[in-house]
């Protein structure tokens, strides 16, 4: 089964408006979360995470929001940029099972200038 | 700089010749992992590390072997490369399950 979902394959936004990613989780001993970005023929690379004892954390441009009794998270890229075109994941781990990390699908971001 | 390196970044091999590939990383980071990425499917862990001789399954560990006997390497192996097993590979590393993961460039791999 698979625990963490990105139900959206693709978004696309005009520049300066809001990105918006969603995931969903189905096992409620992930206690962290993280987002990396990547962009082709690179590996990917950490954006922004968040403990499951918040529901926000910002960094610049990027918000992560975690809802846990909708066992759902989201990230928000305002304003969004043509550099921000990029495939994003999202992936989940849990302390009782030290090391394991589980990712999304993925969602392919486009930004149109 | 930090990083973490793989090697080779491309290969084309043939069914039933063993591989290796590579992974280091200068970081001292307690952890790592191996992934493979497939169209459609994300990012699925096939072995991660959390210190020198210790490791574990990850969610599709089978076909693939790994070893840690150094803190900084961490060297994916296929005895008997299969073509269901052309794929990109990545090695990430972190200092633990609270800490973001650094990830290498990858590995594309196709077995004819």
């Known amino acids: 089964d698979q625990q963490v979902k990105q139900n959206s394959p693709s978004l696309s936004v005009q520049e300066g408006r809001i990105s918006i990613l969603n995931c969903d989780y189905t096992n409620s001993m992930f206690d962290y979360f993280l987002w990396y970005k990547k962009y082709p023929a690179e590996g990917p690379t950490f954006l922004i995470s968040?403990?499951?004892?918040?529901d926000k954390n910002e960094d610049g441009r990027f918000t992560v929001f975690l809802n846990k009794s909708a066992k759902h998270l989201s990230l928000h890229i305002v304003p969004s940029q043509p550099g921000d075109s990029a495939v994003y994941f999202c992936?989940?781990?849990?302390?009782?099972?030290?090391?394991?990390?589980?990712f999304g699908d993925g969602t392919t971001l486009t930004v149109k200038p | 700089e930090a990083q973490v390196t793989q090697n080779p970044r491309y290969l084309i091999t043939v069914t039933g010749k063993k591989l290796t590939v590579t992974c280091s990383q200068n970081m001292n980071h307690e952890y790592m992992s191996w992934y493979r990425q497939d169209p459609g499917l994300g990012l699925r862990q096939i072995y991660y590390?959390?210190?020198?001789?210790?490791?574990d399954k990850g969610d599709v560990p089978e076909g693939y072997k790994v070893s840690r006997k150094e803190k900084r390497n961490f060297p994916l192996i296929l005895e008997s490369p299969s073509p269901n097993q052309t794929s990109l590979y990545f090695c990430?590393?972190?200092?633990?399950?609270?800490?973001?993961?650094?990830f290498g460039p990858g590995t594309r791999l196709t077995v004819l």
């Open positions: 992936a989940a781990n849990h302390n009782t099972n030290a090391g394991k990390s589980t």
């Open positions: 990430a590393s972190s200092w633990g399950s609270y800490n973001e993961q650094f």
């Open positions: 590390s959390m210190n020198v001789e210790v490791t």
């Open positions: 968040i403990s499951s004892i918040k």
